[in-house]
């Protein structure tokens, strides 16, 4: 699945990154502890959270992570896009919960990781 | 090849400096991508650690043509039992730590599942040493 469409079905807005809207996502992986999210194994990973500080990014930068969708309506920071852009990242700001984004995502096709 | 960070406790914005910097210089090593991620993984978990725990620590990275060797040293309280700060969940971390989405109990654990080699020194009062080493294997440049 698309980052734009994945955007689409969460009524969500891409806020940094719009020109890796066509990268494909296959798996997603949702969780505000990010030593957890440091045990994923999988490529091309999208991330769910609620957690929105540097470090979610910085996670995301280790665990090679290439989208970020920030639920339960979290805004994302100039500090934030600056360290995504360097690492070439979409972040996705939506107002669902992280229950609400991950059951329609995989409603969507997107595959858990465990 | 050596590179070397010093880590400032406490300061959140700027932990992962260093790990990333590490990463950048793998990736141009041509390093495998599951390799440089088993070692930024860990390089992270022990950056964060240092900034969450201690008052100031420093990083060196020494990469060989078979492996890297990570040595991360703190000035901080020390940890008086290492086989418990082992186990998976025991957390001594503050809240503030917490609310960055750490200290859960599974920075070192974590760094061990990732890890070839782990050794943990550490004196009470004073600081702890952590090295870390990970194989490169024949795959890099």
Do not use: W
Not at chain 2, 41 to 59: F, T
Not at chain 2, 128 to 140: H, R, Y
């Amino acid at each position: 699945m698309k980052i734009r469409e994945i955007a689409s079905v969460l009524n969500a807005k891409i806020v940094c990154g719009e020109q890796y809207a066509d990268k494909e996502t296959a798996y997603a992986f949702s969780s505000d502890l990010m030593s957890d999210v440091l045990t994923t194994k999988k490529d091309s990973l999208l991330l769910i959270t609620g957690l929105a500080n540097v470090q979610t990014i910085r996670t995301a930068e280790m665990s090679d992570i290439h989208c970020i969708v920030f639920a339960r309506g979290k805004r994302v920071s100039d500090e934030m896009i600056e360290l995504a852009t360097e690492n070439e990242m979409a972040l996705v700001e939506c107002r669902y919960s992280v229950f609400k984004t991950s059951g329609m995502l995989y409603a969507a096709g997107i595959q858990p990781v465990y | 090849m050596h590179m070397h960070f010093e880590v400032e406790g406490g300061n959140f914005s700027r932990a992962g400096y260093a790990s990333s910097e590490i990463k950048k210089v793998l990736k141009k090593l041509n390093v495998n991508a599951q390799t440089i991620k088993r070692i930024v993984v860990s390089s992270y978990e022990a950056e964060v650690n240092i900034v969450a725990h201690a008052r100031k620590g420093k990083i060196s990275a020494t990469i060989d043509n078979d492996k890297i060797v990570l040595q991360c040293n703190d000035e901080g309280p020390g940890i008086p039992d290492i086989e418990k700060a082992m186990q998976q969940g025991f957390s001594t971390a503050s809240s503030e730590v917490r609310e960055m989405g750490f200290g859960a109990g599974m920075g070192l654990p974590n760094i061990k599942n990732n890890a070839d080699k782990l050794e943990i020194n550490s004196e009470v009062g004073k600081g702890t040493n952590v090295k870390i080493t990970i194989a490169l294997s024949s795959e890099t440049n």
